[in-house]
């Protein structure tokens, strides 16, 4: 059906607009038409600038203070204290760097990896279905229990945490990557520069390398939003990052007896998770509606 | 306005007067339509014609209050539906109205039509919707509309999905569904440009029928003015939103009277072909041997379903030659291009290049021939890489075969001058480009490889009627002047006509008859050939002033 | 169509091993040593040892994997290294609480989602919109565990409206049944819901779009059927699906909600297993929730010639 | 093609769904019954109490199995399943006579050959067992009631060895069970005790349901402790295992359960102020936190290194940062646990010191070169976590170089047992704690000096073996105390184990429930439901 004459296109010919490119949008009319990207990203400016330089300015998330235990917020310590007697507030700041770094090593890795194998799974005939069925077989296994059975068989470092989260999530990037790759490949300005000889590589590179970038981008952001939730998770089961590290998994899971008695060592963590989660995935979103609405349908 | 319009307006199912419609901002332009008037009155069929963005679809889905209010806005003017006003009434009171009323067929019947409901569904809920029927009585009058459409076997049909159905079944469909309760207005929009030829014919003869029986008024939009040379009493001409000529049918087509429309018809390709100079046969270019292409294989679960897309293909072109491919959808004359460009494997034959047969290379071996064999594609908007500039894509090929940038960017600017464009634009992005602009582009970007062979395949076809001109005039001209060998691969016998000098006719993967493009249009010898040229619209008439 | 369904349930084959072959490899290159576990606090070197050699964990390792699927050809899933049981016992005994807990909570979710997201849809850029967007954004981003702690303390201590904790079997009563399972389902639902009326919006968003829905409405169809009869039934194949993929998500939110409820269900059948390194246990029940996760996708392809008609096998 | 409608659809999986869920079998009890609903404090993986030491499996062995002596509140074995008994003047020979009216759940009568191959058994596996059959040249029956043991030399400890309280209970089986290889587990669970186990309501991980053995005889002594009239006074005991604490305390405070045998001690302050809860503490020796180093491997191979560490070591500060409340807590530097007759303050200085200055001052006495000390911290285990990190804290006050690593408790259980380098998955210290009664005598593993069969951390001292050797054989209870206090010294003076204090679990119950037991061993007989 390929040869069969259309139209340029009803809606365009209807608003009688020549069709806009996804590829130049105009960042003050980007923020103008989606007001969440801007408020979002806002708040995630503030979380990341928190990330990097609160703890210059906070106590010592790790120091222990038996005597000030479980003490409810004050002037002192604005959000309290732990069952050791550490200062929730510093805690808290210090495990928005812990958050943000395991979300964004996560998602690097996840679309750096999954861009490379949903490339050449979509590119190179013979490969491609031995890797699906190992991206089937690796997505069948639900997400967490795999993250809790790597850390707790490997021992619970940032690294295994990191690695752990990352796995589960690369069959949706490889799978996102592998139809962009099948959708343009059969793009004509593709078969235009197969046709005037240009070598393999370079067609991935060029030509189709590209259009996997706004949806990865924002495929990157939920992963982002996910793996730290995941983290979350993982620490309140007890296996997570190490638990000397003050992460806000880390810090809920240990308010978790003391849930009733002294809320504020979960309801502060997890209200900074919250918001930081909310402000990634309203960023993804605005994303998804600003570089293609369509991606979302194939996330 | 014109004299009669007033005496008109008793008569008139539709009556647009002064209608002013505005784009949202950020548009190229305030309105998408501007002080439009005219009038369709019972029994006639009104083509409004126009190239893209011309208006003439936003003025269609402005009488069937089908546009988005919030970014087309009615600013000024008046719709009148059979002396009702439209553009006051609620939504509650304009559904009552289309279906009943008026009613709208569109381009494309496999969209239109809901994939997952039975098509006799379909048209029965329009009954549904407007009349206190019966589910019997739905489903006798659906069988009676069916057979009014010609369609076979209609009590079969019913319970078909729109996907069992062929293209033109299912466009008798649509319109079934739209004169089902006999509405006073049909509005069908561009309904046979998604058909191949033969059907389209059909589809026009049977709206023309159907009008007459049932007295219908119709606003018959079209860019296509072969159909409209078949099928229109009046001709609403439109450019830019706005209305530029309009007037009896006859009257447009012979002698056009705005300077627009002049060189609308002067732009209509005809169907007979110029004369044309010999060719020097003993250069082959390109030669094409019992090439066969079957899709579908053997898998180790799936029972082979195979399609023969190609069978027994043999061409040759010489150099200096065009050679028009013509058929209809799924004749397998994309095939045989993409074959020939090496885009896809053919399962057998050869294909001779220079000497050389290219038809079984692997990728490695292939690549110095790649450059001999250009091609340029149908879609302007999907063959240039947007993210890259015009500059990049036309030097990468060169610069695949070892020229140096400069060297290649000094050839780009050259061939920017020979397809019409200025050099300085190299730096420029697809987007800043119109299609036709863009085509040119892409041969620039196909002759930067100096190429023994070009192959168009359907590179006009996506093309407004005016700038289809020029760019079929550009391809004359560069296959003149690099002495190329063109392929040219079309589904519309005008524009074959006026640019080949010889002509292969495909038919389901098979070529039917091949000659002189003079000799198979003066007398075609195989009956398909002469039912593609029978269905030709407007095969009778001569656009524009004769004399021009 | 049923050549197809042949054809598909062979093609879980590969994948399958896959799976098998991952946990098994995974299991067996970790550091911790159940023997050691086993043998618990007095146990000296030799009495960890002999442990090794009677769980068969001093065989090579290939020698240790063909064992392993020999016996899972056969169904036997192994003995749990700690309770002395046949895995496939354990699970039977957990089967039933996750099942209820994730059907409820599918049904649930169906329900609520989907009418909201197609509102949402059809009010596009509404205040309705924002707020089913506000919802399904938040609620990827709450932690189940904490909603869960929130919804007991609000509804179960401060309330007294619903207990606190614990499963009641559907044949015990259907009253303490629904009892039981309404804070569980509530928090397993919210993740669930921001998906799939998520997806269900995006979907009938873009089938809003299609030229049919134009014909509908063209027909004069009332909106309210538009989007019943047209729109959500060919959106239908997305939505489902994504259903169908997130019940990988849903079975991560019943390791957690399990716990949190103290529900005996599988979800927390597999995290102590996890924490204990009991292998059998651990390996039986990936690959059930992989076999589980992968049968129901495959029934899901196979409904979706039910949505739409133009997909045959 | 198969084609379903919608309805043929939602009838299919209506059919389906009870099908699936009619594999699993519930039972639900009568409703006269009085059920005790009790949550445990770990769940019950093992039914085998003596091829595992896990206290939760003893609680499980003493509400199923009996034994032949119990100690009573002091501390002091007492005869439960024997009538009477006799020692020769020679000290050699023990005559045991079985009560009467003794049944096995299955209604066979307990004979002496049931007691003898379950005692047998026993010896294989625990550390006072392997001790005391070390001393036994024969066991056999003298009729089908009477129990005869002869020993090669005196041995002071036999009635302390069978009527041992806590892990390894020697709890009697019949005999064919007892003939199980004592390193695999039994798998049939009959046993003698006030309650019968039910099998098929047994959810590993979650539930675990006990019935009345309706045959049993209770001695006629009022309970106290292990020892005394064993009385059944509920129908059903059932355990429901919960792994969230604040879940647990909610199904509490709701009344959906009765009795939580072990809160986490933070949770007191709020189960306290409840209406109709009481929280006690119902164990008098409670726990002794422990804080044990590698004894082969540098830098803790040097005793003054260690002692240096034990010196920083300051038990309010573990007391008041890992269990809070002092309430549930005391300071105790004794080995034994306070409040026991084997209580002593001999050579405690050390561990008093409690002084940052002072241990960093013996540190550079030492010479500590700087080597890294690896902890191992159970995450999962909060108490110990939270040892682990204030240890590591203080070592690194007094200018250890201090590695945390965290990992779950079945890492660091595997991983205690390497005794390689630490570079190749060794360890220098982890944190524990030992039950009160585990640590009662110098015959606990805890306080081993041989390291070959020693507890984890394996310190060498023959001097440490040789007391301990000669409390085994020591008669009188004088002499036993002075024994005792030598092999505290020497412990003191290796720098054996840090103490970090004794603290107290205490227990939290609804207020119909009645007839607790003091006692270190959860018990649940005499308790009733109002």
């Given at each position: ?13 209807l608003?009688?607009v020549?069709p806009s490119s996804?590829s130049?949008?105009?960042l ?5 038409r989606?007001?969440s990207?801007f408020?979002g ?5 503030i979380m ?14 790790i120091e222990?203070?038996p ?8 002037g002192e310590?604005?959000?309290?204290t732990?069952?050791?007697?550490r ?11 812990v958050?943000?770094?395991v979300?964004l090593?996560?998602s ?9 194998v ?9 490969l491609d279905?031995?890797i ?9 296994i639900?997400?967490?229990l795999?993250?809790i059975a790597?850390i707790?068989?490997s021992?619970?470092?940032?690294m295994?945490?990191?690695?752990a989260?990352?796995?589960p999530?690369i069959?949706r990037?490889?799978r ?7 959708s ?7 078969e235009a520069?197969i046709?005037?000889?240009?070598k393999?590589?370079?067609?991935l590179?060029?030509h ?14 939920y992963?982002c939003?996910?793996?730290?939730l995941t983290?979350?998770i993982?620490?309140f089961?007890?296996?997570?990052i ?9 810090i809920?899971?240990?308010g978790?007896t003391y849930?009733q008695l002294?809320?504020?060592i979960?309801?502060y963590?997890g ?7 909310l402000?990634?995935?309203?960023v993804g ?6 570089l293609?609405?369509r991606i979302?349908r194939?996330? | 306005?014109s004299?009669?319009?007033?005496k008109r307006t008793?008569t008139?199912?539709l009556s ?5 419609v ?7 332009r305030?309105?998408?339509?501007e002080?439009?008037?005219f ?9 409004v ?9 936003v ?13 087309l806005?009615p600013v ?11 553009l ?8 009552a ?6 009613a ?8 239109a039509?809901?994939?997952v409901?039975?098509v006799g569904d379909q ?14 009585e ?5 069988l009676e509309?069916m057979?009014?459409?010609n369609?076979?076997?209609p009590?079969q ?16 469909i649509?319109?079934a569904?739209?004169?089902?309760l ?6 069908a ?6 058909l191949?030829v033969?059907?389209q ?7 023309k029928?159907?009008q007459?029986?049932?007295?219908t008024?119709v ?16 001709v609403?001409?439109?450019?830019h939103?706005?209305v530029?000529e309009?007037?009896?049918a006859a009257?447009?087509?012979g002698?056009?009277q705005?300077?627009y429309?002049?060189?609308?018809m002067?732009?209509?390709p005809?169907?007979?072909p ?28 799936k ?6 897309a ?10 200096g030659?065009?050679?028009g491919v013509v058929?209809?959808?799924g004749s397998g004359?994309?095939t045989v ?5 090496r885009?896809?494997?053919p399962t ?16 490695r ?7 001999d064999?250009q091609i340029?594609?149908q879609?302007?908007?999907r063959?240039l890489?947007?993210?890259r500039?015009?500059?990049q ?5 060169p610069?695949?075969?070892?020229l140096?940038k400069?060297?290649?960017?000094v050839r780009?600017r ?16 697809p987007?800043q480009?119109?299609?036709g ?6 041969i620039?970007?196909a ?11 359907e590179?006009v ?5 005016s ?8 391809l004359?001209d560069?296959?003149?002047r690099f002495?190329?060998?063109?392929l040219?691969?079309t589904?519309?016998?005008r524009?074959?006509?006026?640019v080949c000098d ?5 038919q389901?993967?098979v070529v039917?008859?091949?000659g ?10 195989h009956?398909?050939t002469?039912s593609?040229?029978?269905?030709a619209?407007?095969?009778?008439t001569?656009f524009?002033?004769a004399a021009? | 169509?049923?050549?197809y369904?042949f ?10 091993g ?8 995974m299991?067996r290159?970790?550091p911790g040593?159940?023997?050691a576990?086993?043998a618990?606090?007095y ?11 009677q769980?068969?964990?001093?065989e090579?390792?290939?020698v240790q994997?063909v064992?392993?699927i020999g016996?899972?050809l056969q169904?036997d899933l ?5 309770t002395?049981?046949p895995?496939?016992t354990?699970?039977?005994q957990?089967?039933e609480?996750?099942?209820s ?9 169906v329900?609520?989602a989907v009418p909201?997201?197609t509102?949402?849809?059809?009010k596009?850029?509404?205040?309705i ?6 919802f399904?954004?938040g609620?990827f981003s ?13 509804i179960?201590?401060?309330?007294r409206?619903l207990p606190?904790?614990?499963?009641k079997?559907i044949f015990?009563?259907?009253w ?12 397993l639902?919210?993740i669930f ?5 998520r997806?269900?919006?995006a979907?009938?968003m873009?089938?809003?779009?299609e ?7 063209a027909?004069?169809?009332s909106e309210?059927?538009v ?8 959106a239908?194949?997305p939505?489902?699906t994504?259903?169908?993929l ?13 716990s949190v409820?103290?529900i005996p269900?599988l979800?927390?059948?597999?995290l102590?297993a996890i ?8 390996q039986?029940?990936?690959?059930l ?5 992968i ?5 899901i392809?196979?409904?979706?010639c039910f949505f739409d008609?133009?997909?045959r096998? | 093609?198969?084609?379903w409608?919608k309805?043929?659809f ?5 059919i389906?769904?009870?099908l699936?869920m009619g594999?699993?079998q ?11 609903r009790?949550?445990?404090h770990?769940?019950?993986k093992n039914?085998d ?14 509400l ?6 119990a100690?009573?509140?002091?501390f002091?074995p007492?005869?439960?399943m ?6 020769s003047d020679?000290k050699?020979?023990w005559?045991f006579k079985l ?7 299955d ?7 049931d ?24 066991l056999t ?12 030399e005196?041995?002071?400890?036999v ?6 309280i ?11 069970i ?5 390193f ?10 006030p ?6 309501e ?12 309706n ?10 402790a292990?020892?005394g009239?064993?009385?059944a006074?509920?129908?059903?005991v ?8 604040t879940t647990?305390m909610?199904a509490l405070i ?6 939580f ?10 189960l306290?102020?409840?209406?109709g ?6 164990d008098?020796?409670g726990?002794?936190g422990f804080?044990r180093?590698?004894h082969l491997l540098?830098?803790f191979?040097n005793?003054?290194v260690?002692r240096?560490?034990i ?5 309010e500060d573990?007391?008041?940062?890992a ?5 549930f ?5 004794s ?5 026991t ?9 050390v561990m ?7 241990a960093a ?6 010479g500590?070169?700087?080597t890294?000390?690896v902890?191992?911290?159970p995450t999962d285990?909060?108490l110990?976590?939270?040892f682990?990190l204030?240890t590591a ?13 965290a990992m779950?408790w079945?890492?660091?259980t595997?991983?205690?047992a390497?005794?390689d380098p630490?570079?190749d ?12 009664a ?7 593993i805890?306080?081993?000096?041989n ?7 394996w310190?060498?001292?023959?001097e ?5 050797a000669a409390?085994a ?5 004088e002499?036993?105390k002075?024994?005792?206090?030598k ?11 840090g103490?970090?204090?004794?603290f107290f ?8 429930v009645?007839g607790?037991i ?10 009733s439901?109002?």
């Open positions: 059906m390929t040869d069969t004459p259309t139209s340029s296109g009803k809606t365009d010919e608003l009688a020549p996804a130049d949008p105009n003050a009319v980007l923020l103008w989606h007001p990207i408020w990203g806002i708040l995630l400016s990341v600038l928190i990330a990097i330089f609160g703890p210059l300015f906070t106590g010592d998330p222990l203070n005597i000030k235990r479980l003490k409810p917020p004050s310590s604005w959000f309290g732990d069952y050791l007697g200062d929730t507030f510093a805690r808290v700041i210090y495990g928005a760097r958050s943000l770094v979300g090593a996560v690097i890795i996840a679309v750096s990896i999954g861009l490379v949903g490339m050449v799974s979509g590119y190179i005939r013979a279905a031995v699906m069925r190992v991206m089937d077989g690796l997505m069948s639900p997400g967490i795999l993250a790597l707790s068989l021992g619970a470092t940032m295994t945490v990191v690695t989260i990352m796995i999530e069959p990037v490889v996102l990557v592998r139809s962009v790759v099948l343009v490949r059969e793009e004509p300005y593709v520069a046709a005037s000889g240009t393999l590589h370079l067609v590179i060029r189709i390398l590209p259009n996997t970038i706004a949806p990865l981008i924002v495929l990157a952001t992963i939003g996910s793996a730290m983290e979350s993982l620490g089961i007890g296996a997570g190490p638990p000397e590290i003050p992460s806000w998994g880390n809920m899971s240990e978790r849930f002294s809320p504020w979960i309801f963590p209200i900074a998770l919250a918001i930081t989660v402000a990634v995935n309203v979103d605005g994303l998804r509606d600003t293609d609405p979302a194939k996330m | 306005m004299r009669d319009d007033a008793d008139s199912v647009i007067r002064g209608l002013t505005r784009l949202p901002e950020g548009a190229d305030d309105f998408a339509v002080d439009v008037s009038e369709v009155g019972a029994g006639e069929i009104v083509c014609v126009g190239e893209s963005g011309s208006g003439k679809s003025t269609a889905h402005t009488v069937m209050g089908l546009i988005p209010r919030k970014d806005t000024a003017g008046e719709v009148l539906l059979q002396g009702d006003e439209l006051t009434k609620s939504e509650t009171q304009l559904r109205l289309r279906g009943e009323r008026m709208m067929i569109f381009q494309e019947p496999m969209t039509l809901n994939p409901m039975k048209i029965a809920e329009m009954l549904e919707i407007h009349s206190p029927m019966s589910a019997q739905r489903n006798t009058r659906v509309v057979q009014d459409v369609l076979p076997e009590e049909l019913f319970h078909s999905y729109p996907h069992q159905l062929s293209g033109g079944q299912r466009q008798r649509m319109i569904m739209a004169l089902a006999e509405p006073g207005l049909l509005i929009d561009e309904p046979t440009t998604a191949d033969t059907t014919a059909q589809i026009l003869e049977l709206i029928d159907i007459r029986r049932h007295g008024g606003m018959f939009i079209t860019h296509d003015f072969g159909v409209v040379a078949e099928i229109a009493d009046r609403i001409v439109m450019q939103g706005k530029v309009q007037g009896a009257e447009v087509i002698s056009p705005h300077p429309t002049r060189m609308l002067a732009s209509v005809s169907l007979t110029p004369a044309r100079e010999a060719v020097d046969v003993e250069r082959p270019a390109l030669t094409a041997r019992n090439l066969n292409k079957t899709y579908g294989s053997l898998g180790w679960f029972r082979g379903r195979e399609v023969h190609a069978q027994n293909v043999e061409l040759v072109v010489h150099r030659e065009t050679l058929g209809e959808s004359k994309s291009a993409r074959c020939i460009v885009l896809i494997d057998a034959g050869e294909i001779m290049i220079a000497g050389n047969n290219i038809a079984g290379l692997g990728e071996a292939l690549r110095p021939y790649r450059r064999v340029v594609f879609d302007p908007y063959s890489n947007p993210r500039t015009v500059g894509s036309i030097v990468e090929g610069m695949n075969f070892g140096t400069q060297d290649a960017i780009a050259d061939l920017m001058n020979v397809v019409g464009l200025s050099p300085d634009a190299l730096e420029r992005f987007h480009f119109s299609g602009q863009r085509q040119r582009i892409c620039a970007r002759l930067a490889m100096e190429p023994k062979v070009l192959i168009a395949d590179a076809s996506a093309l407004d009627v700038v289809q001109a020029q760019v079929l005039e550009l004359d560069v296959r003149q002495d190329l060998a063109m040219f691969i589904h519309d016998l524009v074959a006509a006026q010889r002509i292969m006719v495909m389901r993967g039917v008859e091949q002189r493009t003079a000799e198979v249009y003066a007398s075609p010898s009956a398909y002469k593609l040229l029978a269905a619209p407007g095969r009778n001569t524009g002033a021009e | 169509m049923i050549g369904i054809r598909r349930i062979l093609a879980t084959v590969p994948v399958m896959v799976v098998a072959l991952f946990v098994f490899l299991l290159l970790s040593d159940p023997a576990v086993i618990g606090d146990a000296t070197a030799e009495d960890i040892i002999r442990i090794r050699e769980l068969g964990l001093n090579p390792i290939v994997f064992t392993w016996s899972l169904g192994g003995i749990s290294i700690f002395n049981l895995v496939t354990l699970i039977g957990r089967l609480p996750t099942i807990l994730t059907l409820t909570t599918i049904i649930f979710t329900v609520v909201l997201g509102l949402a849809a059809w596009s850029g509404s205040l919109d924002r707020f089913v967007m506000l399904s954004v609620g709450v932690p189940v565990f904490v909603l869960g702690y929130i919804m007991i303390y609000v179960s201590m401060e309330l409206w606190v904790q614990g499963y079997s015990d009563g259907v303490p049944f629904v009892r039981h399972i309404i804070l569980p389902t509530l928090t639902s919210v819901i921001a998906l799939v009326s997806m269900t919006r979907s009938v873009e089938v809003l779009q030229d049919y829905v134009r014909t509908a409405r027909k004069g169809q309210l059927k989007l019943l009869r047209h729109a959500l039934r060919n239908a194949v939505i489902v994504v259903i169908g997130g019940i990988a998500l849903l079975i991560g939110g019943v390791v957690v909600t399990e409820y103290n269900g979800g927390r059948l597999v102590d924490l204990k390194r009991d292998y059998p246990i651990i039986g029940l990936i690959l929730f992989s076999f589980v996760y049968l129901i996708n495959l029934l392809d196979l409904s979706y008609p133009r997909i096998y | 093609m198969l084609r409608t309805r043929q939602l009838t299919a999986a209506a389906m769904l009870p699936s594999a699993v519930t039972a639900t009890p009568a409703a006269a019954e009085s059920v005790l009790v949550i445990p770990a769940d019950l039914l109490p003596i091829w595992t030491t896990a206290y939760i499996s003893r609680n499980h062995g003493y199923i199995y009996d034994t032949l002596f100690m009573d509140e002091s002091t007492q005869p439960q024997v009538d009477s008994w006799e020692v020679d050699l020979t005559t009560r009467d009216g003794l049944k096995w759940h209604g066979a009568d307990v004979t002496a050959e007691c003898i191959a379950s005692l047998d058994r026993w010896g294989k596996r625990d550390g006072m067992g392997q001790q005391l059959f070390a001393s036994i040249e024969s029956a003298g009729d089908s009631k009477t129990i005869v043991m002869k020993l090669k005196p041995y002071g400890l009635l302390e060895s069978i009527g041992k806590s892990s390894n209970v020697p709890f009697m089986m019949p005999k064919r007892a003939e199980t290889d004592p695999k587990q039994i798998e049939e669970y009959v046993g003698s005790g309650f019968m186990f039910q099998k098929d047994w959810v590993p991980g979650s539930k675990v349901v006990y019935v009345k053995f045959d049993y005889v209770p001695r006629s002594e009022p309970p106290s292990a020892a009239g064993k009385v006074k509920v129908d059903r059932e355990w429901t295992y919960f792994p969230d604490q647990a909610n709701n009344d959906e359960v009765d009795y045998e072990s809160p986490a001690n933070d949770l007191m302050q709020l306290e102020n409840q209406e809860i009481t929280v006690e503490i119902n008098p020796l726990n002794i804080a180093f590698n540098p830098p191979d005793a003054d260690r240096a560490a010196m920083a070591m300051k038990q573990y007391m008041a940062g269990v809070g409340d002092q309430k807590w005391k300071t105790c530097y080995v034994y646990p306070c409040a007759p084997l209580e002593n303050s001999v050579g405690s200085e008093k010191t409690g002084d940052i200055e002072k001052a013996a540190l550079k006495t030492a500590y070169d700087g890294p000390v902890i191992m911290q285990i909060p110990l976590s939270a682990s204030i804290e203080k070592l690194r006050k007094i200018g250890m170089t201090v590695e945390v690593q779950d079945s890492t660091l595997s991983r205690r390497k005794r630490v570079a998955g060794g360890w220098n210290m982890f944190h524990t704690w030992w039950i009160g585990d640590v009662i005598n110098p015959m606990s805890a306080f081993s000096g390291p070959d069969k020693g507890w984890f951390g310190p060498s001292d023959t440490l073996e040789a007391q301990r409390f054989k020591a008669t009188g209870v002499e036993q002075k024994i005792a206090a092999v505290q010294e020497r412990l003191w003076s290796i720098g054996a184990s103490e970090l204090g004794q679990v205490p227990v939290a119950y609804r207020s119909n009645k607790l003091k006692s270190p061993v959860q018990f649940f007989w005499n308790m439901v109002e």
